[in-house]
């Protein structure tokens, strides 16, 4: 596979480093009008540029809350500062993945660089009744929106009308994501208002990426009703792309955790890539063949760029209509 081209440049955040709260790199607005409680967050892995980008553009353009409140984050700034358009992997984080770190059994044991900035930034999320976590990818490939299992977040994708992949995932067996952490983790009964949604815009270092990042953010905070939809076209000018056609749901059935560290792909599997017939075989775990588990798989996120044993380096799902 052909090594991927870094051409997204890293965004200048010296203006915006400091926050306006006791906690680096974080800003929180109030509009002094009840209302939602919401979050984006940005660079939980500090080769995700994208995300920074848009957060920096939302500063920069002084979006305010009509009503309720607005917290804005840039989440792993060690990992950030370390970033290398050469050698981008070795910037996803300090120590271990910060988004993995999501569970209070961890975050009371703070030996490592992204255990003690989750507890930093836990105050801001544990508030927040709507998240919006911006990603991008480790290889190209389309935009995901990846909602969780509740019926609550599909309908949000739903209403989004963007990107055109929504996927329906339980998270990883190595650690609980941001998107899964407290009340954004309940059942839909148990959970009220909160709404939390992940998105991957692509890969990395292509430009394209921000363009969905700003969509995404911009199509958000309308939905929140943080911004009504005149002073997002306004303050966001030129940020919201055309609605897409049709949405396509990706349910994962299961995924592909690392158990030695001798794992590799039978083939260069792209993301949203659909294998035909169950059982063909896609993968060698140290002499373990992996197989598809069923007709027209589709392999999500694909990459071995983080592989290693308790890592998931691709997921299996089943395309449906949104």
């Not at 500062?81 to 059994?105: I, K, Y």
């Not at 954004?184 to 709404?195: I, K, M, N, P, V």
């Not at 911009?218 to 792309?241: H, K, M, P, Y």
Request: glycine share 8%.
């Amino acid at each position: 596979m052909t090594e991927p081209i870094f051409q997204l440049q890293k965004p200048d955040i010296s203006t915006w480093r400091a926050g306006n709260t006791d906690t680096e790199g974080v800003w929180h607005f109030e509009s002094g009008v009840p209302g939602r409680r919401v979050m984006v967050t940005s660079l939980i892995h500090g080769n995700e540029l994208c995300g920074a980008w848009a957060v920096k553009g939302l500063l920069d353009a002084g979006v305010r809350p009509r009503q309720g409140s607005l917290t804005l984050a840039f989440c792993n700034l060690a990992a950030f500062d370390q970033f290398d358009p050469e050698a981008f992997d070795a910037s996803r984080s300090v120590d271990e993945d910060l988004n993995r770190q999501w569970s209070t059994d961890r975050m009371a044991n703070a030996g490592s660089s992204e255990r003690r900035r989750a507890r930093e930034l836990l105050p801001f999320v544990e508030r927040a009744d709507w998240l919006l976590d911006l990603h991008s990818m480790h290889e190209p490939g389309e935009p995901l929106l990846l909602v969780g299992t509740h019926a609550r977040n599909i309908e949000l994708a739903r209403r989004l009308r963007s990107p055109e992949h929504v996927v329906v995932d339980e998270g990883h067996k190595d650690g609980t994501r941001m998107r899964d952490f407290g009340r954004f983790g309940l059942t839909d009964t148990e959970a009220g208002e909160t709404r939390s949604l992940l998105v991957e815009c692509g890969f990395h270092g292509d430009p394209a990426s921000l363009r969905v990042a700003r969509d995404i953010s911009a199509r958000f905070l309308v939905e929140a009703q943080i911004l009504d939809a005149v002073t997002s076209s306004n303050a966001l000018q030129g940020w919201r792309c055309a609605d897409v056609s049709q949405q396509r749901l990706l349910r994962v059935t299961d995924g592909v955790t690392v158990r030695s560290k001798n794992f590799s792909f039978l083939d260069s599997y792209r993301n949203l890539e659909v294998i035909p017939k169950a059982g063909t075989p896609i993968g060698n775990d140290n002499g373990k063949i992996v197989t598809t588990p069923y007709d027209d798989c589709v392999l999500v996120m694909p990459s071995l760029r983080q592989a290693r044993p308790g890592v998931t380096v691709v997921r299996f799902a089943r395309d449906e209509c949104l």
